[in-house]
T-cell receptor, first 113, second 114 residues
Framework: GAGVSQTPSNKVTEKGKYVELRCDPI?????LYWYRQSLGQGPEFLIY????????DSGLPNDRFFAVRPEGSVSTLKIQRTERGDSAVYLC???????????FGQGTRLTVV | AQSVTQLGSHVSVSEGALVLLRCNYS??????LFWYVQYPNQGLQLLLK??????LVKGINGFEAEFKKSETSFHLTKPSAHMSDAAEYFC????????????FGGGTRVLVKP
């Protein structure tokens, strides 16, 4: 596709469950970012990948959150033992390299009930 | 550490009136600055960016922003609001080190009245 694709667009899960959120970046983009946007707030940085490696994971809130990008393309954000406070829109973005414009996907709205 | 403050979480303007959205940043070195727009149920779209070239930056949809180092500001303006401008707008800052990590403000929701 032409843009960043995120699946699913919506996810409802029960407290304590495990969830995976997927991001397909623009083809050829080496840099990939995850952000979290809580209701009424601006996006907050979670993690940045350059290629397959996490170059900066300083935004991950705790060890329940983990992300991978095994082949340097698709990335998965994994959340264990979900809590109601994890409810938010999770945004993925990619850029050709770390110094160029980042393009955002439409996000995955996660609701923990 | 970098931070961004957007004054006013909601702004209401009449169609045809000036749109002014305020953004102030805090950064130890002159940063890169961005304005993004988010329409309902859509991702963030880049409106314009400042990367240390001209201080007056023109973007898409008739928007422009002026970088004022002395005021640490990067306010967004549009001379004449259109109904289609109703959306949420985010100011963001990024340091010049590689990594493209953006720090966003809290956003300003714009309502356009007919």
């Amino acid at each position: 596709g032409a843009g960043v694709s995120q699946t699913p667009s919506n996810k409802v899960t029960e407290k304590g469950k495990y969830v995976e959120l997927r991001c397909d970046p623009i083809s050829g983009h080496t840099a990939l970012y995850w952000y979290r946007q809580s209701l009424g707030q601006g996006p907050e940085f979670l993690i940045y990948f350059q290629g397959t490696g996490a170059a900066d994971d300083s935004g991950l809130p705790n060890d329940r959150f983990f992300a991978v990008r095994p082949e340097g393309s698709v990335s998965t954000l994994k959340i264990q033992r979900t809590e109601r406070g994890d409810s938010a829109v999770y945004l993925c973005a990619s850029s050709l390299d770390p110094n160029t414009e980042a393009f955002f996907g439409q996000g995955t709205r996660l609701t923990v009930v | 550490a970098q931070s961004v403050t957007q004054l006013g979480s909601h702004v209401s303007v009449s169609e045809g009136a000036l749109v002014l959205l305020r953004c102030n940043y805090s950064s130890s070195v002159p940063p890169y600055l961005f304005w993004y727009v988010q329409y309902p149920n859509q991702g963030l779209q880049l409106l314009l960016k400042y990367t240390s070239a001209a201080t007056l930056v023109k973007g898409i949809n008739g928007f422009e922003a002026e970088f004022k180092k002395s005021e640490t500001s990067f306010h967004l303006t549009k001379p004449s609001a259109h109904m289609s401008d109703a959306a949420e707008y985010f100011c963001a800052v990024r340091g010049k080190a590689a990594g493209n990590k953006l720090t966003f403000g809290g956003g300003t929701r714009v309502l356009v009245k007919p």
